[in-house]
């Protein structure tokens, strides 16, 4: 008797079968090339050919989904103008400049879950739209929360710098440095004298050891920046006359990106500096909004930052200027 005759398909459709099973392991289970080469009794250069056959034939189909809220082209292009590790442009939903920024603040607060380590120092400034952000972080890693930047004076008492840093240490359940005095005093002596006391010194120091920060950006009008409102009408008008468009972290910047040093008021400033900001390998800033895009574009040209989240409007202004 002649022996059956062997399907031509079978050892195609066997093949079909293992490459599915080495794709589900892979893909789904997370199991290494290794081990599924030890499952199979195969090599791992034929695992990893059997992937590529998976990805070849669309056993296997690969989709990248980009949340809905982020216009991928217009953040890689806004990213690539203006050399950015990166930048997110949110696509904000019209409402009241309060719901804006509670948008742009979820974001960053998913950035920061995401990038954050153990072992990060963060560094954190003040802005209304950081403390958006503070009420969408649930855990973070616990690394070491710094604040950087003195009580800002506000009439809300929940949106201060201090309530902010101590939201995000919470969050963190790492070591935190508070910062226990005002941003702006009356003269560089005091200021000295305040730095010099031993628990806002060991802040302080915490300031050349940063490895990432978040900070807020102020646009220079009497309602977009809580410094400029702090100052004497006379130095305000001095910093006017000079240019002033942004502020970040009380350095005052012109439309290039320049600091403006006036009226001795970098030494009435208790705050990172911004030779310190600038050494921190990692600083996102987040703002949004037509009014302070020219403020955004000064502190994109000063170097300070190195990620950007924003919105549509304030990103297609930026990428026009």
């Known amino acids: 008797m002649n022996p059956p005759a062997r399907s031509e398909g079978h050892p195609a459709r066997l093949n079909v079968v293992t490459t599915v099973l080495v794709a589900r392991r892979y893909f789904l289970d997370g199991a290494s090339k ?7 009794g195969v090599s791992r250069f034929k695992v990893a050919r059997l992937l ?7 056993i296997v189909r690969i989709e990248i989904g980009a949340p809905p809220e982020i216009d991928l ?42 990038t954050l380590e153990a072992d ?77 006391d031993p628990h806002v010194h060991k802040t302080i120091a915490m300031f050349d050891r940063l490895t990432k920060a978040v900070v807020g950006i102020g646009a220079w009008t009497a309602s977009g920046s809580t410094v400029r409102a702090a100052l004497p009408e006379v130095i305000a008008a001095e910093l006017d006359a000079a240019g002033a468009v942004a502020d970040i972290c009380s350095t005052v910047l012109d439309a290039s990106g320049a600091e403006i040093r006036a009226a001795g008021l970098p030494g009435r400033f208790i705050a990172i500096s911004p030779d310190q900001l600038r050494a921190v390998p990692d600083v996102t ?23 950007l989240i924003t919105d549509e409007e304030a990103a297609r202004l930026l990428l026009a200027a």
């Open 285 to 307: 800033a987040i703002a949004g909004g037509a009014a302070k895009a020219p403020a955004i574009l000064a502190a994109l040209r000063s170097g300070l930052i190195h990620r």
């Open 120 to 196: 990060d120092v963060l560094g954190i400034s003040w802005g209304r739209t950081l403390h958006s952000m503070v009420g969408h972080l649930s855990k973070l890693p616990g690394c070491t929360v710094v604040q950087i930047v003195g009580s800002v004076p506000t009439l809300e008492l929940d949106v201060n710098s201090m309530e902010l840093v101590r939201r995000v240490a919470d969050c963190a359940a790492g070591p935190v440095y508070p910062l226990y005095v005002p941003l702006l005093v009356d003269s560089p002596e005091m200021a000295a004298a305040l730095r010099s």
């Open 73 to 114: 082209e217009l953040s890689g292009e806004l990213a690539a103008r203006h050399g950015l590790m990166d930048a997110l442009v949110v696509r904000t939903i019209d409402g009241p400049e309060e719901f804006k920024r509670e948008q742009l603040g979820r974001t960053c607060a998913e950035l920061l879950t995401q």
């Open 52 to 58: 590529d056959a998976a990805r070849r034939d669309g």
């Open 34 to 40: 290794s081990e599924i080469a030890q499952e199979l």
